[in-house]
Antibody, heavy 117, light 112 residues
Framework: QVQLVESGGGVVQPGGSLRLSCEVS????????MSWVRQGPGKGLDWLTM????????HFKDSLKGRFRISRDNFRNTHFLQMDTLNADDTAMYFC??????????WGQGVQVTVSS | EIVLTQTPLSSPVTLGQSASISCRSS???????????MSWLHQRPGQPPRVLIE???NRLSGVPDRFSGSGAGTDFTLRITRVEPEDVGVYFC?????????FGQGTKVEIK
């Protein structure tokens, strides 16, 4: 059974940083791309970034403007989202998901990030 | 960046009846490899989304055949026949043809 578990969320002040983790089990992690998606309070889904199976290719939502970085550790079946210079608009539930061919197949339960002073 | 526009944004439906959701893309979703990466997801309150359909019309394992997807190019449709209580929630279309991937705004399906 595939499981994705996000961690690292919490409350952070504007301008601060957070590093989210997503640990995957029950799945051939190293063979699949991984994405991060967020959902603001009462809002829709917002695709943020992806990383290829070997970590060589990364893509980002244009508006992130270099504030977010994605990485992965295939030995630990984990990938990471480093988020810097956070602002109130980044307040959201953050989900990690595995990538099928052009779709997001398995999802974690999400981790809450709140940016507030 | 590809923009997906869903209609309607809200769909009250009677149990046992059908519902249709449209998703229109700002540009063709046909990939250079010839495939079209349009998928549909369902989200219940407090839950992560669950993918129902990928590649326009391919149902994922365990998805009832009451759900069907169709379309081509820029226009796509999710149809739910014989709506059941567990079908309530928000439905999103998503394109995985071109980075950045993107979602439609979501359509809320509720029982009349």
């Amino acid at each position: 059974q595939v499981q994705l578990v996000e961690s690292g969320g919490g409350v952070v002040q504007p301008g601060g940083s957070l590093r989210l983790s997503c640990e995957v089990s029950g799945f051939g992690f190293g063979g699949y791309g991984m994405s991060w998606v967020r959902q603001g309070p009462g809002k829709g889904l917002d695709w943020l970034t992806m990383i290829s199976p070997d970590g060589s290719a990364k893509h980002f939502k244009d508006s992130l403007k270099g504030r977010f970085r994605i990485s992965r550790d295939n030995f630990r079946n984990t990938h990471f989202l480093q988020m810097d210079t956070l602002n109130a608009d980044d307040t959201a539930m953050y989900f990690c998901a595995t990538q099928g061919r052009g779709f997001l197949e398995f999802w974690g339960q999400g981790v809450q990030v709140t940016v507030s002073s | 960046e590809i923009v997906l526009t869903q209609t309607p944004l809200s769909s009250p439906v009677t149990l046992g009846q059908s519902a249709s959701i449209s998703c229109r893309s700002s540009q063709s979703l046909v990939h250079a490899d010839g495939n079209t990466y349009m998928s549909w997801l369902h989200q219940r309150p407090g839950q992560p989304p669950r993918v129902l359909i990928e590649g326009i019309s391919n149902r994922l394992s365990g998805v009832p055949d009451r759900f069907s997807g169709s379309g081509a190019g820029t226009d796509f449709t999710l149809r739910i026949t014989r709506v059941e209580p567990e079908d309530v929630g928000v439905y999103f279309c998503m394109q995985g043809t071109q980075f950045p991937w993107s979602f439609g705004q979501g359509t809320k399906v509720e029982i009349k």
